[in-house]
C-alpha cells in the first residue's frame, strides 16, 4: 500500500546547506512598522518570517527558495523584503519527487 507524505514529511527530507555568513533574505526594518497587511507572515510555505518582539524576523536557514516573500511584500506590503537566490553550494536540495 502506498501512503501519500504530508507537507511536513516532505519538506522533512529535503537538506539544507546554511549559509552561516550570509542570508540571503534582507528586511529592510523601518519599512516593516508601516505594513498593515504583513503578508510575509501569511504567504511563505515553510513559516520562513514570524513576528519576534514586535518586529518581523527571517529564519532563512528554513527558506524552500520560492520568491514568494519578496512578491507578495512588493505588491501586498511595503517592499521590505530583498530575496536573491543563496550563495552557490548554499540553500535547499529537494529529496522528494
Known amino acids: 500500500m502506498i501512503h501519500e507524505l504530508s507537507l511536513d514529511a516532505r519538506l522533512g527530507l529535503d537538506k539544507y546547506e546554511i549559509d552561516e555568513e550570509q542570508s540571503h533574505i534582507h528586511i529592510e526594518h523601518a519599512l516593516c512598522p508601516a505594513c498593515e497587511l504583513k ?3 501569511t504567504v511563505c510555505p515553510a513559516a520562513v518570517y514570524v513576528m519576534a518582539d514586535g518586529v518581523v524576523v527571517a529564519r532563512y536557514e528554513n527558506c524552500v527558495e520560492c520568491g514568494t516573500c519578496q512578491i507578495a511584500c512588493d505588491t501586498g ?3 521590505a523584503i530583498t530575496w536573491n537566490p543563496p550563495r552557490g ?3 535547499i536540495v529537494y529529496r522528494y519527487g
Open 89 to 91: 553550494g548554499f540553500g
Open 39 to 41: 503578508p510575509c507572515l
Open 77 to 79: 506590503g511595503n517592499g
